[in-house]
């Protein structure tokens, strides 16, 4: 896959969590997100990007814009936090070793705040975007929940953790970020 077919393809899945009000009510079941967009310039400069996290949903994924890659925040369940602690003999790199992570998100759930998952979305094989897949057995009777990479079939945990036997090499990438309250910033610390 060439570079510029992978950016297509991200670009396909960015949705700016958003002040866009097409994106919001476009999307009516999915819950208004407060977000501060800065400017084309300032983006391109690596500006942050702030987030309202009480308006995510348990089990929703908010996708972001920053740096040009999709950041995925997703609140996740009890059910799914307890699903982590059972999967170490099956990933490539439980205990985030490699570093792939700010040392303030090498733990289990590989977060701050350990319901809130936030990861950058692009594949560590060749850079695809993973589909988010929360329920178990929607991929096969095997499967947990986590994100499936339709490429060339990589498989994550809902840490963004990668399973063994499959072609990506590391577990997915966790950003700078930090949390004022409920608001969190990604790309500062
Ligand atoms: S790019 Fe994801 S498995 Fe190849």
């Not at 002040?19 to 208004?32: M, N, T």
């Not at 809902?158 to 700078?176: E, H, S, T, Y």
Request: overall charge positive; proline content about 7%.
């Amino acid at each position: 896959m060439n570079k510029n077919s992978i950016n297509s393809k991200r670009r396909q899945y960015i949705i700016g969590a958003s002040l866009l009000g097409g994106v919001g009510l476009g999307l009516g079941a999915i819950p208004f997100i407060t977000s501060w967009l800065p400017s084309a310039r300032a983006k391109a400069m690596g500006a942050p990007v702030d987030l309202d996290i009480t308006k995510i949903e348990e089990g929703q994924k908010v996708t972001l814009d920053w740096r040009s890659q999709p950041v995925f925040v997703i609140k996740r369940s009890n059910a799914a936090l307890e699903t982590l602690k059972t999967l170490s003999e099956k990933l490539r790199d439980p205990n985030s070793n490699e570093p792939q992570q700010p040392m303030y998100a090498k733990n289990i759930t590989r977060s701050i705040k350990q319901e809130i998952l936030v990861v950058i979305g692009i594949c560590t094989h060749l850079g695809c975007v993973p589909l988010y897949k929360p329920k178990a057995g929607e991929i096969d009777q095997s499967w947990v929940g986590g994100f499936f990479c339709p490429c060339h079939g990589s498989r994550f945990d809902l840490a963004g953790r990668v399973f063994k036997g499959v072609p990506a090499p590391c577990n997915l990438v966790i950003p700078p970020h930090k949390y004022n309250g409920n608001i969190l910033r990604i790309g500062e610390e």
